[in-house]
């Protein structure tokens, strides 16, 4: 069975910092697409961060304009974890943050796409 737990979120003040993590059990996921997403109260869920591995280059990273230069995601294969470190945090990254795992590959920002979910971890930026 898989499962994607999450971890990290928290209230942190604006211009602040929050490592997230994203620990996956039941199967391995380092040649996956794996994805950030969150949902804002009465939003819908949007595409936050993705990667992806592919046999030329290894992995790669995608970000939604909004985290461009603030956000990195990474994964620690040996640990089976994935992570979304975000810097500079603005009252408007306020929402609660789902990783999500075995995406597709071209379509890595679409929700729907992707199979496994986690249950979420809140993040609250205060201004």
């Known amino acids: 069975q898989v499962q994607l737990v999450e971890s990290g979120g928290g209230l942190v003040q604006a211009g602040g910092s929050l490592r997230l993590s994203c620990e996956v059990s039941g199967r391995t996921f380092s040649r996956a697409v794996m994805g950030w997403f969150r949902q804002a109260p009465g939003k819908e869920r949007e595409f936050v961060a993705a990667?992806?591995?592919?046999?030329?280059?290894?992995?790669?990273?995608s970000f939604a304009d909004s985290v461009k230069g603030r956000f990195t995601i990474s994964r620690d294969n040996a640990k089976n974890t994935v992570y979304l470190q975000m810097n500079s945090l603005k009252p408007e990254d306020t929402a609660v943050y789902y990783c999500?795992?075995?995406?597709?590959?071209?379509?890595?920002?679409?929700?729907?796409?992707?199979?496994?979910w986690g249950q979420g971890t809140q993040v609250t930026v205060s201004s």
């Open positions: 990667i992806r591995w592919n046999v030329w280059s290894g992995d790669s990273t």
């Open positions: 999500a795992a075995n995406g597709d590959f071209s379509r890595y920002y679409e929700a729907s796409y992707y199979v496994y």
